[in-house]
């Protein structure tokens, strides 16, 4: 008798068909892991709403650069916790900041290791935003100046990349600029281009003592509700000269990751903030879910979306599975 339908399930039969037959595909290569290091703290301390997500002081960062690059993951991005804060964000760009001293660490212990910076004043100042504030504004242009001078700052500590997260508008003509006056031609720029004003980041922002002191980052972050706003986000980073481009957060706005891969050529990326992580660790923890499939179906549905590297807390968890699965030691 005729089939009158299609079988496939003949393609699922087996671990290895589904393995040939599997469209998308991380690997370890795809992941920057974020990491914060806190000036003037001696040892590690864990984040409490991020669980396996740790402050370090330079010595223990030093230990975990080189337990990264064991485990193959190639990239990091750096968040740093200064000591003091002020107005105008000073150890966001001082020579010797927690973030420019890590970065010279991070060569120092493995110089092949993508060292990318998170380039943003809100850990540096007291109000918690991203720019400066003035007469309780977050005003643009007076801006521009302390971001560009703090990515100057991180490329001359020997940053490859710095990601300027700031949101507000024409900061990577400015950092572009500022790069080129230093000679820092070298130095790309991974723009947060699409940045939703989003609950998501919650952890992050205790883990970076950077909660806004008032209001909140939805006069420069975006409407979660916006897509066609994104593109236009991205075509002005772009023409003002980012190399990359990111989607932040990455699971609710995977839609987005994809309309960003599809309407321009550059590299895309999206970044599984802190909440995202959160949430997943929180169920595993009370036994409700398996945490490995979970972390593995989510990765591989950004690389669906069209991310072409994936900013993840799971990074590290994500790359010693990999080597188990290629029968190294994990
Ligand atoms: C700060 C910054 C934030 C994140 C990255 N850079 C927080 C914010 O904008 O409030 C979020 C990262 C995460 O949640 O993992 N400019």
Same mark, same amino acid.
């Given at each position: 008798?005729?089939?009158?339908? $299609?079988? *496939? @399930?003949?393609?699922? +039969?087996?671990?290895?068909?589904?393995?040939?037959?599997?469209?998308?595909?991380?690997?370890?290569?795809?992941?920057?892991?974020? #990491?914060?290091?806190?000036?003037?703290?001696?040892?590690? &301390?864990?984040?409490?709403?991020?669980?396996?997500?740790?402050?370090?002081?330079?010595?223990? /960062?030093?230990?975990?650069?080189?337990?990264?690059?064991?485990?193959?993951?190639?990239?990091?991005?750096?968040?740093? !916790?200064?000591?003091?804060?002020? &107005?105008?964000?000073?150890?966001?760009?001082?020579? @010797?900041?927690?973030?420019?001293?890590? !970065?010279?660490?991070?060569?120092?212990?493995?110089?092949?290791?993508?060292?990318? +910076? $998170?380039?943003?004043?809100?850990?540096?100042?007291?109000?918690? *935003?991203?720019?400066?504030?003035?007469?309780?504004? %977050?005003?643009?242009?007076?801006?521009? $100046?302390?971001?560009?001078?703090?990515?100057?700052?991180?490329?001359?500590? =020997?940053?490859?990349?710095?990601?300027?997260?700031?949101?507000?508008?024409?900061?990577?003509?400015?950092? @572009?600029?500022?790069?080129?006056?230093?000679?820092?031609?070298?130095?790309? %720029?991974?723009?947060?281009?699409?940045?939703?004003?989003?609950?998501?980041?919650?952890?992050?922002? &205790?883990?970076? *003592?950077?909660?806004?002191?008032?209001?909140?980052?939805?006069?420069?972050?975006?409407?979660?509700?916006?897509? @066609?706003?994104?593109?236009?986000?991205?075509?002005? $980073?772009?023409?003002?000269?980012?190399?990359?481009? #990111?989607?932040?957060?990455?699971?609710?706005?995977?839609?987005? +990751?994809?309309?960003?891969?599809?309407?321009?050529?550059?590299?895309?990326?999206?970044?599984?903030?802190?909440?995202?992580?959160?949430?997943?660790?929180?169920?595993?923890?009370?036994?409700?879910?398996?945490?490995?499939? #979970?972390?593995?179906?989510?990765?591989?549905? /950004?690389?669906?979306?069209?991310?072409?590297? %994936?900013?993840?807390?799971?990074?590290?968890?994500?790359?010693?599975?990999?080597?188990?699965?290629? =029968?190294?030691?994990?």
């Amino acid at each position: 008798m005729l089939e009158s339908f $299609d079988r *496939h @399930r003949r393609l699922r +039969t087996t671990p290895a068909m589904r393995r040939l037959v599997q469209e998308f595909r991380y690997t370890p290569e795809d992941f920057i892991y974020p #990491m914060f290091v806190q000036e003037g703290l001696h040892g590690q &301390e864990e984040i409490a709403a991020m669980p396996g997500v740790y402050h370090y002081g330079l010595e223990e /960062f030093r230990q975990e650069v080189l337990e990264l690059s064991r485990l193959g993951v190639p990239s990091i991005l750096l968040f740093g !916790v200064p000591e003091e804060k002020d &107005e105008l964000s000073s150890s966001a760009y001082a020579e @010797r900041g927690i973030v420019q001293e890590a !970065v010279r660490a991070a060569k120092e212990e493995n110089p092949d290791l993508l060292v990318m +910076t $998170d380039v943003c004043l809100c850990q540096y100042n007291q109000a918690g *935003h991203c720019g400066l504030v003035q007469d309780g504004k %977050i005003v643009n242009d007076p801006s521009l $100046d302390l971001l560009a001078r703090t990515a100057v700052s991180h490329a001359a500590a =020997g940053a490859d990349v710095v990601a300027p997260s700031d949101m507000m508008d024409g900061r990577v003509a400015a950092i @572009r600029a500022a790069l080129d006056r230093e000679g820092l031609i070298d130095t790309s %720029i991974l723009s947060y281009a699409v940045k939703y004003a989003s609950a998501f980041y919650g952890p992050f922002r &205790e883990a970076a *003592h950077s909660t806004p002191a008032f209001g909140d980052r939805k006069t420069y972050q975006m409407n979660p509700a916006n897509v @066609r706003e994104a593109v236009r986000e991205t075509a002005s $980073d772009l023409a003002e000269g980012a190399d990359m481009v #990111m989607v932040k957060p990455a699971l609710s706005y995977m839609d987005v +990751t994809k309309t960003i891969r599809d309407q321009f050529d550059v590299p895309v990326g999206t970044y599984n903030v802190s909440a995202e992580y959160s949430m997943v660790k929180a169920a595993a923890a009370q036994g409700w879910i398996d945490e490995r499939a #979970m972390v593995t179906e989510i990765l591989t549905s /950004f690389k669906r979306a069209g991310a072409d590297f %994936i900013l993840s807390y799971h990074a590290k968890d994500a790359a010693r599975w990999h080597r188990e699965e290629l =029968g190294l030691e994990g």
